[in-house]
T-cell receptor, first 114, second 112 residues
Framework: GNSVTQMEGPVTLSEEAFLTINCTYT??????LFWYVQYPGEGLQLLLK?????DKGSNKGFEATYRKETTSFHLEKGSVQVSDSAVYFC?????????????FGKGTHLIIQP | EAGVAQSPRYKIIEKRQSVAFWCNPI?????LYWYQQILGQGPKLLIQ????????DSQLPKDRFSAERLKGVDSTLKIQPAKLEDSAVYLC??????????FGPGTRLTVT
């Protein structure tokens, strides 16, 4: 079945540091890939997505590239801010309609210190 | 545009009791999902509806969990009887045709 593995947290960085959160997946076919973010006290929000190999999703300074050869979708940001502190979830869904609910990783808690 | 609404936001029950959660999706969203998020884990899909029909309930523990989406709009998720391991946040999400999922704030269930 489908599965998503992401790096364990918490990840603690200083403000303006470079961020990478690793995510790899196992799936049949060509899934769509997502990063969701959960800020303290708030619900899950879509951060970015990519629907086919070599696509790059980007939003709010975050980027992730769909790498089919390495089955990865690592999240990166060049300079993090305190406001980026949150839990980040990597997820996939089967493409093409039908049963397409999300399969999530366990989440990575990111803490940015001033 | 109003978001996905869920109620109640919090619920505490004793084991073996019953509980029901309600979800009102974003207007016009044909697809509705229920997820279970246990503390420290990512959400796990329980059931997916397309309008009022079930598309996927392969991970729903059908001996105690049930869900319905009458008239293809609101949905309810029920647990009867509850177990300690059902303590979790229950998330509802909806999606427009061809779009991505929008999540509600969730219902935090504590089973004592």
């Amino acid at each position: 079945g489908n599965s998503v593995t992401q790096m364990e947290g918490p990840v603690t960085l200083s403000e303006e540091a470079f961020l990478t959160i690793n995510c790899t997946y196992t799936a049949t076919g060509y899934p769509s890939l997502f990063w969701y973010v959960q800020y303290p006290g708030e619900g899950l929000q879509l951060l970015l997505k990519a629907t086919k190999a070599d696509d790059k999703g980007s939003n709010k300074g975050f980027e992730a590239t769909y790498r089919k050869e390495t089955t990865s979708f690592h999240l990166e940001k060049g300079s993090v801010q305190v406001s980026d502190s949150a839990v980040y979830f990597c997820a996939l869904s089967k493409a093409g309609g039908g049963a397409d609910g999300l399969t999530f990783g366990k989440g990575t808690h990111l803490i940015i210190q001033p | 545009e109003a978001g996905v609404a869920q109620s109640p936001r919090y619920k505490i029950i004793e084991k073996r009791q019953s509980v029901a959660f309600w979800c009102n999706p974003i207007s016009g969203h044909a697809t509705l999902y229920w997820y279970q998020q246990i503390l420290g884990q990512g959400p796990k899909l329980l059931i997916q509806f397309q309008n009022n029909g079930v598309v996927d309930d392969s991970q729903l523990p059908k001996d105690r969990f049930s869900a319905e989406r009458l008239k293809g709009v609101d949905s309810t998720l029920k647990i009867q009887p509850a177990k300690l391991e059902d303590s979790a946040v229950y998330l509802c999400a909806s999606r427009p045709t061809g779009g991505t999922e929008y999540f509600g704030p969730g219902t935090r269930l504590t089973v004592t």
